[in-house]
């Protein structure tokens, strides 16, 4: 049965920390709520409920709330302020106080680290790690993401298993860092030397008597979204075979309750717990994993909604989402049959609730202030100043060209136009790379790195002009999670894109420019970017043809030399024209 969209709702929810209301996916039945047998009154009866509370794409936001002015997500969460570790705790405490007999699990669905603030980035996530097992959070199991792997295999194992930095050393010399109390799960990512897969793909996790198994896995096309060399030592397979594999082998091991938990999602245009047109990849992946399989906990867009989509047998399947950034929290009552050990789908229910009107963890708060006290010298030195705001960054549309990636290929067109830094011509950023906005005043380093996470590398290649269209057309790729992935450009660089032509061929050749001059397709240009691009980053494989590389400085350092500077800078104007 299907429903109409209520998306109204959400501009009436500003005040609401909890929307209640589930809607089906196209031709999928609503699950109707039910009871828990209590049998003989001690929890014995034919079938207990245990609470899965989850969460996704933490990305090292430890401390908050999250200010949403002018976030275009912003109808998902009404006018509040929503989300951070220290309130993503309260609220997890306070929905784990209700669970049924205390039977409750708290597991995500990958990025939990990279790509973060300035707080957790600094220190290469240790804090996010930390925050995810204090007690508050209490974080059982995970799956990775694709950003576990920014700084390659090495260092995801050791932000598992614990171990000093190689280059920082030791933060606290007395108090080493212990790695994380919970599990991360990589099911999908096989070592290439055929010893099995990085991290283990599976967790069975028992309450009160009864077996739920978790699969974890990370999207297929992760290495499109990292350093190619970070990840040169495994192979990330096939989303829908890996699940159907590893629920055969869980049910060979007697676990028949089974919940996936994939970095991978869809865009919604409802509520944040409802169900309205949610889009591929999640929308086929999840009609196609294996019907032993009973829930999936996603992640990946930043989009929050509560789903039922037919699997293969057509019976209605549960799939979950809960935005970012500690934003949402989804509380789940699967109802397991404590005969056949199996689900009862009929039974189990979802909803997605908001993290806001709720106090700090003290937990929480006592690891943020740790290593507030250890940043704040660094943090707080002024790099350079903006006249007015700038923005545009990851956390909104990324498909579109915004003043903050175009003043981001600015500076990387800065940091190598020098005929000794590598003689660039145009610079290139993409929007998901671009992790935070400049407002109106002061800039800090923290402020600066928040932009600038990830420690890339600059360089600059030799690309044909021809070789530079066929980049630009790679913005837009059916079928991706995001269709639509901008590139931000230098100043001086500017053409016309046109939407309505086929795939290929929306970018106006004659309409490419170069400090006016057109841009000839057999003549040859230097191009710089972040080596994230230049190994085929965001599938803009264009990009890996371009050859004489030369190396540069690493991007927070060029950065900051940038607004060093030029201060006063103001919000470029477009440099890209739609038709």
Same mark, same amino acid.
């Given at each position: 049965m299907t429903r109409p969209s209520r998306r109204v709702l959400a501009w009436g929810l500003a005040a609401a920390t909890t929307a209640t209301l589930v809607l089906a996916a196209p031709g999928a039945a609503l699950a109707k709520p039910g009871k828990e047998d209590p049998g003989n009154g001690k929890g014995t009866g034919p079938t207990q409920t245990v609470q899965i509370l989850s969460f996704n794409d933490y990305h090292g936001h430890i401390e908050s709330p999250d200010v949403l002015e002018d976030d275009p997500d912003d109808y *998902?969460?009404?006018?509040? @302020?929503?989300?951070?570790?220290?309130?993503?705790?309260?609220?997890?405490?306070?929905?784990?106080?209700?669970?049924?007999?205390?039977?409750?699990?708290?597991?995500?669905?990958?990025?939990?680290?990279?790509?973060?603030? *300035?707080?957790? /980035?600094?220190?290469? =996530?240790?804090?996010?790690?930390? #925050?995810?097992?204090?007690?508050?959070? /209490?974080?059982?199991?995970?799956?990775?993401?694709?950003?576990?792997?920014?700084? /390659?295999? %090495?260092?995801?194992?050791?932000?598992?298993?614990?171990?000093?930095h190689p280059v920082d050393g030791c933060y606290f010399p007395d108090e080493p860092y212990a790695g994380a109390d919970f599990e991360w799960l990589a099911a999908n990512v096989q070592l290439n030397d055929d010893s099995g897969t990085l991290l283990p793909g599976t967790s069975v996790q028992k309450v009160a008597g009864m077996k739920i198994g978790f699969i974890g896995m990370t999207l297929e096309a992760t290495p499109t979204l990292v350093s190619p060399a970070g990840v040169a030592d495994v192979t990330f397979t096939d989303e829908v075979e890996t699940a159907n594999a590893e629920a055969a082998k869980l049910q060979d091991m007697g676990v028949e309750a089974i919940v996936v938990l994939l970095h991978e999602g869809g865009f919604n245009s409802g509520d944040y717990s409802e169900c309205v047109g949610v889009?591929?990849?999640?929308?086929?992946?999840?009609?196609?994993? =294996?019907?032993?399989?009973?829930?999936?906990?996603?992640?990946? %867009?930043?989009?929050?909604?509560?789903?039922?989509?037919?699997?293969?047998?057509?019976?209605?399947?549960?799939?979950?989402?809960?935005?970012?950034?500690? $934003?949402?929290?989804?509380?789940?009552?699967?109802?397991?049959?404590?005969? %056949?050990?199996?689900?009862?789908?009929?039974?189990? #229910?979802?909803?997605?609730?908001?993290?806001? @009107?709720?106090?700090?963890?003290?937990?929480? %708060?006592?690891?943020?202030?740790?290593?507030?006290?250890?940043?704040?010298?660094?943090?707080?030195?002024?790099?350079?100043?903006?006249?007015? =705001?700038?923005?545009?960054?990851?956390?909104?549309?990324?498909g579109i060209e915004t003043p903050m990636v175009d003043l981001v290929a600015d500076a990387i067109l800065f940091g190598t136009d020098g005929a000794d830094e590598g003689g660039a011509e145009i610079a290139f950023m993409n929007v998901g790379g671009v992790r935070d906005s400049l407002d109106e005043g002061p800039i800090t380093y923290a402020d600066a790195y928040d932009v600038n996470p990830f420690g890339n590398l600059l360089v600059s290649i030799d690309?044909?002009?021809?070789?530079?269209?066929?980049?630009?057309?790679?913005?837009?790729?059916?079928?991706?999670? $995001?269709?639509?992935?901008?590139?931000?450009?230098?100043?001086? *660089?500017?053409?016309?894109?046109?939407?309505?032509?086929?795939? /290929?061929?929306?970018?106006?050749?004659?309409?490419?420019?170069?400090?006016?001059?057109?841009?000839?397709?057999?003549? #040859?240009?230097?191009?710089?970017?972040?080596?994230?691009?230049?190994?085929?980053? =965001?599938?803009?494989?264009? *990009? #890996?043809?371009?050859?004489?590389?030369?190396?540069?400085?690493?991007?927070?350092?060029?950065?900051?030399?940038?607004?060093?500077?030029?201060?006063?800078?103001?919000?470029?104007?477009? $440099?890209?024209?739609?038709?």
């Open positions: *998902f969460y009404g006018a509040n @302020d929503v989300g951070g570790g220290e309130y993503l705790a309260t609220k997890i405490k306070e929905l784990r106080a209700e669970a049924p007999k205390g039977r409750s699990l708290t597991v995500a669905a990958g990025d939990l680290i990279g790509g973060s603030p *300035f707080l957790s /980035g600094l220190f290469h =996530d240790e804090p996010s790690v930390e #925050t995810l097992g204090e007690v508050g959070i /209490g974080l059982d199991v995970s799956s990775v993401g694709n950003h576990e792997f920014d700084e /390659g295999t %090495t260092e995801l194992l050791r932000m598992q298993y614990g171990g000093c889009s591929d990849p999640i929308a086929t992946i999840a009609t196609e994993m =294996d019907a032993a399989i009973d829930m999936v906990v996603t992640g990946h %867009t930043h989009n929050p909604y509560v789903c039922y989509f037919d699997d293969p047998d057509g019976d209605p399947r549960l799939v979950t989402s809960a935005a970012s950034y500690g $934003r949402i929290v989804t509380e789940t009552s699967l109802v397991i049959d404590r005969r %056949t050990g199996d689900v009862d789908r009929a039974a189990t #229910t979802a909803q997605n609730h908001l993290v806001t @009107d709720v106090a700090a963890d003290p937990g929480v %708060t006592a690891i943020v202030e740790k290593w507030n006290a250890l940043s704040e010298p660094i943090a707080a030195r002024v790099v350079g100043t903006a006249a007015e =705001d700038i923005t545009g960054d990851a956390s909104g549309d990324r690309m044909t002009g021809a070789q530079i269209k066929e980049a630009l057309e790679q913005q837009y790729v059916p079928g991706r999670s $995001r269709e639509y992935l901008a590139l931000g450009v230098s100043e001086g *660089f500017t053409y016309t894109w046109d939407d309505t032509q086929p795939v /290929g061929s929306k970018v106006v050749a004659s309409s490419m420019m170069l400090n006016g001059a057109p841009i000839e397709m057999g003549e #040859t240009y230097r191009v710089a970017m972040y080596n994230f691009l230049a190994e085929g980053g =965001d599938q803009f494989t264009a *990009f #890996t043809a371009g050859t004489n590389l030369l190396g540069g400085p690493e991007d927070l350092a060029n950065f900051v030399a940038y607004l060093e500077a030029n201060p006063g800078l103001e919000a470029p104007e477009d $440099r890209v024209a739609g038709l």
